[in-house]
């Protein structure tokens, strides 16, 4: 079943036409904590990433008038995010960069054998560590389509980049997954471990053609 996404469009007009608040906090409780954590990538705390986010939504509120131009507040908020991270590692000569724990993010349905829970638990911390391997560029493709559903465009305008870029960036991020993940399977020897990991890459594989067909447009 296609997953129908919410009309931001429409939550956006009313906040700039309308001064419609509960609109602008519909808008916070669908993005806020996926702003904050690409946020956080940036800037690598979580205070601070909360104080940028309320900063953008607070000036949000303030402009709504002179907003009624956007079409994409999503892509809109995730710029503007990006921006002001960017400008605050400036401030403060951050560079680093950290992942943070998605705890919503299941590889598997959890089930109620503790031993393939186990084996669940172990391919995520796995992969978790897989794609913090990655290019910083490539990690951050990687998680907006993967984690947001953002196609190339939308991601494109986010990172000022283009989309063939996008596109390169994610291939060459799922290829090196693809090599990571082999690695812990030739390397271990449960079996059942090894139909999880080979099931995991095989996703990662097919991912490749569904983002080609998918994501582009």
Known sequence: MKIVKPDLFSLWTKICTEDDLASFEAIYHLLGARLLKFSIYYVSSKEVAEEIVSEIFVKCWENR??????????TYLFAAIRN????H???HNQMHLVEIEDQHDQLFVADHNPQKELERKELQLRLDQAIDTLPHQARLVFKLIKENGM?????????EIS?????????????????????YRETDHKSSFHDNALSLILILSLTNYILIFCRQF
């Open 65 to 74: 008038k002179a907003n009624l131009h956007v079409m994409n507040p999503e």
């Open 163 to 183: 989309p063939r870029t996008v596109q390169t960036q994610l291939f060459r991020a799922i290829a090196k997954l693809r090599i990571v993940l082999s690695a």
């Open 151 to 159: 196609k190339y465009k939308e991601v494109a305008e986010i990172l």
């Open 84 to 87: 002001q991270s960017l400008k």
């Open 89 to 91: 590692l400036r401030k």
